[in-house]
Nanobody
Framework: QVQLVESGGGLVQPGGSLRLSCKAS????????MSWYRQAPGKERELVAN????????NYADSMAGRFTISRDNAKNTVYLQMNSLKPEDTAVYYCNARRMFNLKQLNYWGQGTQVTVSS
């Protein structure tokens, strides 16, 4: 069973920073594009950032660009999200996602999420 385990969430003051981690197991990590999504109460899940399987290309939602950085370490089967200059509106559950095409099928896995709360 594929597992994605997020960690690093918590309570932080506005303007602060957090680094989220997502460790994957039981999959060929280096074959998967990885993404971070978030879901705030009463809102739909939205894309935060994604990174290609090699780490050569990244993409960010407009509201996170310049504040968040996604990266990965394929040797550690881990993807990271560095979040700086956090705002109260960044409060959400953050989810890790792994996705790839295999034999014409899309394989898509989710972690259980980690809560990030930005508040004074």
């Amino acid at each position: 069973q594929v597992q994605l385990v997020e960690s690093g969430g918590g309570l932080v003051q506005p303007g602060g920073s957090l680094r989220l981690s997502c460790k994957a197991s039981r999959l060929t990590f280096s074959s998967y594009a990885m993404s971070w999504y978030r879901q705030a109460p009463g809102k739909e899940r939205e894309l935060v950032a994604n990174i290609t399987s090699t780490g050569g290309s990244t993409n960010y939602a407009d509201s996170m660009a310049g504040r968040f950085t996604i990266s990965r370490d394929n040797a550690k089967n881990t993807v990271y999200l560095q979040m700086n200059s956090l705002k109260p509106e960044d409060t959400a559950v953050y989810y890790c996602n792994a996705r790839r095409m295999f034999n014409l099928k899309q394989l898509n896995y989710w972690g259980q999420g980690t809560q990030v709360t930005v508040s004074s």
